[in-house]
């Protein structure tokens, strides 16, 4: 089957600019999480989703950082007036329910504030 | 959540076995040890996870001593395609989910 997939793959957005980030994870999958890596860092854990309920956006670094799962299954990590502190890549995991069982990763998105 | 201790780097050449030791002294009662691999440009991709003793899979091998305070993943016979960033996280599950806690991971460059 499918993995989880990411769109777009490489994003390109002037400071100040809009982007929205898909993401379309494995079907069937309960649990919905985004994090955000900058360069020669590991992930750093954004939001989780269970289902359409958005249960902790606790790391979300700011207000202008919205994410929405709202039919429980393709997700939209959505940043307004991008800067380039906001340029890292994007990842989204799924994972068939919401217990420490392994979490799938996709691609990413690569987010570059010029 | 406890924190996790792990080299920044570590070479090794073809065929040899990795050995990549976590340390983690706060661990608590109710977390595992879980380990990703990451290539570049991908997602981490899960390797294999613990409570105690030792876990085995088609992939790695994870040792977990008595008191938990530390893991060691195991690779068998690397090959080039084993280069790659290999993170040590503890996992507990709150709230009904798992939040991943990263850090900056093992550089591992298999030389041939």
């Known amino acids: 089957g499918a993995g989880v997939s990411q769109s777009p793959r490489y994003k390109v957005a002037k400071r100040g600019q809009d982007v929205a980030l898909r993401c379309d994870p494995i079907?069937?999958?309960?649990?919905l999480f985004w994090y955000q890596q900058a360069l020669g860092q590991g992930p750093e854990f954004l939001t989780y989703f269970q289902n359409e309920a958005q249960l902790d956006k606790s790391g979300l670094p700011s207000d202008r950082f919205f994410a929405e799962r709202p039919e429980g299954s393709v997700s939209t990590l959505k940043i307004q007036r991008t800067q380039q502190e906001d340029s890292a890549v994007y990842l989204c995991a799924s994972s068939p329910r919401d217990s420490a069982y392994e979490q799938y990763f996709g691609p990413g998105t690569r987010l570059t504030v010029t | 959540l406890a924190k996790t201790t792990q080299p920044i780097s570590m070479d090794s050449y073809e065929g040899q076995e990795v050995n990549i030791t976590c340390s983690h002294n706060n661990i608590a009662t109710n977390d595992y040890i879980t380990w990703y691999q990451q290539f570049p440009s991908q997602g981490p991709r899960f390797i294999i996870q613990g409570y105690k003793t030792k876990v085995t899979n088609e992939v790695a091998s994870l040792f977990i001593p008595a008191d938990r305070k530390s893991s060691t993943l195991s690779l068998p016979r690397v090959s080039l395609s084993d280069t790659a960033v290999y993170y040590c996280l503890v996992v507990r599950v709150s709230g009904g989910y798992n939040k991943l806690i990263f850090g900056a991971g093992t550089r591992l460059a298999v030389h041939p």
């Open positions: 079907s069937g999958h309960v649990s």
